[in-house]
T-cell receptor, first 109, second 117 residues
Framework: GQNIDQPTEMTATEGAIVQINCTYQ??????LFWYQQHAGEAPTFLSY????GLEEKGRFSSFLSRSKGYSYLLLKELQMKDSASYLC??????????FGKGTTLSVSS | GAVVSQHPSRVICKSGTSVKIECRSL??????MFWYRQFPKKSLMLMAT?????????EQGVEKDKFLINHASLTLSTLTVTSAHPEDSSFYIC?????????????FGNGTRLTVT
């Protein structure tokens, strides 16, 4: 079986830092991806983790702990344009990605 | 960067008709493409894996006779929704990854908003 959990909604203010958590239980694991999706648009790739630890990419960082089945996406210096859905996805069997239900982030001024 | 093009972006059709959606990899070859479906405020659900030159692999619960997939070349996969009904109204998105490394991210087309009246 497979299960990927994320909070449904989060709110934050401009300039703040927000952490979006993702826990997963899958029958296989070949890496974890984070995507950003604005309403009505296709997802865009943010980050990828396959080994434990932190990957930093500008304002965005992603962390993975394989033993705990846990990842988080950290967004710093939040901007209004960061308001979107953030999708955690697991590469389970080496081919397609299995997505969590997504976290809708609302950034206010 | 890798570009996936999907057409049409929006389509409205009547119940009982069929709709074809095209997905092209513009600057890379894709032996495998993936079709997802997304309902409003829900996440992406994998429908099927499209394999160039062979039959598609469908996820559990997805009717293969209703959602016909053809992957005739290394750059084109099509999804045909046959005898569409209002419950088929959804956002359909295709994706592919360049190369053979599973470490590379999937790139998504811009999606097709299907409305069945």
């Amino acid at each position: 079986g497979q299960n990927i959990d994320q909070p449904t909604e989060m709110t934050a203010t401009e300039g703040a830092i927000v952490q979006i958590n993702c826990t997963y239980q899958t029958s296989g694991f070949n890496g974890l991806f984070w995507y950003q999706q604005h309403a009505g648009e296709a997802p865009t790739f943010l980050s990828y983790n396959v080994l434990d630890g932190l990957e930093e990419k500008g304002r965005f960082s992603s962390f993975l702990s394989r033993s705990k089945g846990y990842s988080y996406l950290l967004l710093k210096e939040l901007q209004m344009k960061d308001s979107a859905s953030y999708l955690c996805a697991v590469n389970q069997a080496g081919t397609a990605l299995i997505f969590g239900k997504g976290t809708t982030l609302s950034v206010s001024s | 960067g890798a570009v996936v093009s999907q057409h049409p972006s929006r389509v409205i059709c009547k119940s009982g008709t069929s709709v074809k959606i095209e997905c092209r990899s513009l600057d890379f070859q894709a032996t495998t493409m993936f079709w997802y479906r997304q309902f409003p405020k829900k996440s992406l659900m994998l429908m099927a894996t499209s394999n160039e030159g062979s039959k598609a692999t469908y996820e559990q619960g997805v009717e293969k006779d209703k959602f016909l997939i053809n992957h005739a070349s290394l750059t084109l996969s099509t999804l045909t929704v046959t005898s569409a009904h209002p419950e088929d109204s959804s956002f359909y998105i295709c994706s592919a990854r360049p190369g053979t490394s599973y470490n590379s991210p999937l790139h998504f087309g811009n999606g097709t908003r299907l409305t069945v009246t």
